[in-house]
């Protein structure tokens, strides 16, 4: 404090000189238009000025965030692009070949109803008669088997999913093809249980349980889901497996129905064997 | 008390030289003689220095009043009183300045009135131009104005010491 007062005293006509000028600048910038307009018009050329430094610095800071965000619109942009639809107009071709005679016929169709926490649950889709799909073809959806189709419109058809008490559909153990049959209990929309496994099959919780080739429904091979526990079945011979489902039903959105081509050659030939 | 009463009748004599006479003054737009520095120029040597810009700033203000630059002149004056002590000491006679004496003409010869008077002159028309433009677009014609304007008032300065040490 003391030097601070010997500072002012020993300046004190600079300091005194500094204050006047200032005084009188002030008056000249408010009592002169002229000067007060290229005042105004400076500083704002100098705030402008450092107000733009300032913004292109915040920006640089902010690149991170925009950085995320381009990539996100980038991502979402992508998913837009046309390649990564499937065609909802049917465009399968039949392919004429003497070697391999095709067999099956995928279509694909949009999910516009489902359900999962009923005991008879139900699935629509937006394709029907018009797109050739018929009562009993099967449906799968990228992770694996879906349903069954029950009924048909012209531009709708209704599917037996899965998770429906009344579905039963032949499955195997994928690694050594011992068959069963899996419905669903109407406990847990993740897990439906195969039975009819013999008690002497060797199975380990894990393994891929996929359709049969016995079904004239489903290909043989389409994935089902994996053995999540093993129950010994109660004084039989069987044992039931609880099965993981690989599709989750409450996300379903698009999914192919399968036309087996060769089916009706197929039952009738078993047809006659029954008569 | 002899001097004050003299610098107070200097001040109010070269106010009205001023607003009536060289204010009307304006050749060609270039040429503005300011006489009214004398006041700050024969300010006694003993002046307090805070004084001394005090004066200066009412001198200049006074001024601006009458020419309606409200703090044009204050800021030049009290700029130019700012550089007097400095001056004096750069152009100081072999002695010291005497003390109680107005430093005139007649007191230490012509050359160095005539150096003191100049270099203040000069100090206070840049200040009061360049104040005035208030920007260092066309340098080239404040600079005109500046030296111009100089010339006449210093003129009009050492005049005015010549006729009072004829009295």
Known sequence: MKNLLQLIVRFHFTILFLIIELVCFLLIVNNNNYHKTIFLNSNNALSGGIYNKVTSFSDYIRLTEINDQLSKENTQLHNLLSENYKLTADSFFFFEDSLFKQQYVYRSAKVINNSINKQRNYITLNKGRKHGIKPEMGVIANNGVVGIVKSVSDNYSTVLSLLNSRLKISAKIKKNNHHGSLYWDGKDYRRAKLIEIPSHVNINVGDTITTSSFSSVFPEGILIGTADKILPSSGGNFREIIVLLSNDFNQLAYVDVIGDLLKNERLELEKEVEK | ?167
């Not at chain 2, 109010?12 to 204010?23: D, R």
């Not at chain 2, 005539?114 to 260092?136: D, M, Q, R, T, W």
């Not at chain 2, 404040?142 to 010549?162: C, D, G, K, N, P």
């Open chain 2, 1 to 167: 008390m002899n001097f004050i009463v003299k610098n107070i009748i200097r001040f109010i004599i070269l106010i009205l030289l001023q607003v009536t006479i060289f204010n009307n003054i304006q050749l060609s737009g270039f040429i503005n003689p300011y006489m009214y520095v004398l006041f700050i120029l024969l300010l006694p040597f003993e002046t307090p220095p805070w004084l001394l810009l005090v004066l200066s700033f009412f001198m200049g203000l006074s001024i601006d009043v009458f020419s309606n630059t409200i703090g044009m002149h204050a800021s030049a004056c009290v700029f130019m009183g700012f550089l007097r002590p400095y001056v004096l000491n750069y152009i100081s006679v072999r002695d010291n300045y005497e003390s109680d004496i107005e430093q005139g003409l007649y007191v230490y010869g012509f050359s160095w009135f005539f150096k003191y008077a100049l270099i203040l002159i000069l100090a206070h028309h840049s200040f009061l131009f360049i104040v005035e433009v208030f920007s260092f677009n066309n340098f080239g014609d404040t600079l005109l104005r500046i030296i111009l304007s100089t010339i006449f008032s210093l003129t009009l300065v050492v005049a005015s010491q010549f006729i009072i040490s004829k009295k």
